[in-house]
C-alpha cells in the first residue's frame, strides 16, 4: 500500500526554484511529524527538512533558501525550493521526522545544471 508520494521534480537552472510535494492520507498527516529527505548518488540520504509539532527544522545547507509547509486540507507537505544550487541535485523523498518510521516512496528527482 503506497503511503507516501512525492512530485514536483524535474530539471531546473542553477538559481531557479521548485516547488515538491508529498500526497499522504489523512491517518499519516494527523499522526506523524513529517519531513524531507534527499539522496544525491553516491551519498547517503540525509534529512533536508522537517516538522517537529509546529517547530520547523532546515539543514545548514538550505537554509534560507527552502521552505517546508503542511497543507492539512489536502494531506499533504510542501517543500518550496528557491536559488537552487547544482549541490541541491538529488533524488527527494517524505517520511516520517525526526524518526524514520514508514516505507519510503518512490521520490520526485530534482537535477540542478546549466
Known amino acids: 500500500q503506497v503511503q507516501l508520494v512525492e512530485s514536483g521534480g524535474g530539471l531546473v537552472q542553477p538559481g531557479g526554484s521548485l516547488k515538491l510535494s508529498c500526497a499522504t492520507s489523512?491517518?499519516?498527516?494527523?499522526?506523524?511529524?513529517l519531513g524531507w529527505y534527499r539522496q544525491a548518488p553516491g551519498k547517503q540520504r540525509e534529512l533536508v527538512a522537517g516538522?517537529?509539532?509546529?517547530?520547523?527544522t532546515y539543514a545548514d545547507s538550505v537554509k534560507g533558501r527552502f521552505t517546508i509547509s503542511g497543507d492539512q486540507a489536502k494531506h499533504t507537505v510542501n517543500l518550496q525550493m528557491d536559488n537552487l544550487k547544482p549541490e541541491d541535485t538529488a533524488v527527494y523523498y517524505c517520511?516520517?521526522?525526526?524518526?524514520?518510521?514508514?516505507?519510503w516512496g518512490q521520490g520526485t528527482q530534482v537535477t540542478v545544471s546549466s
Open positions: 516538522f517537529t509539532g509546529s517547530y520547523k
Open positions: 489523512r491517518s499519516i498527516f494527523n499522526h506523524y511529524n
Open positions: 517520511n516520517s521526522h525526526p524518526t524514520i518510521s514508514l516505507p
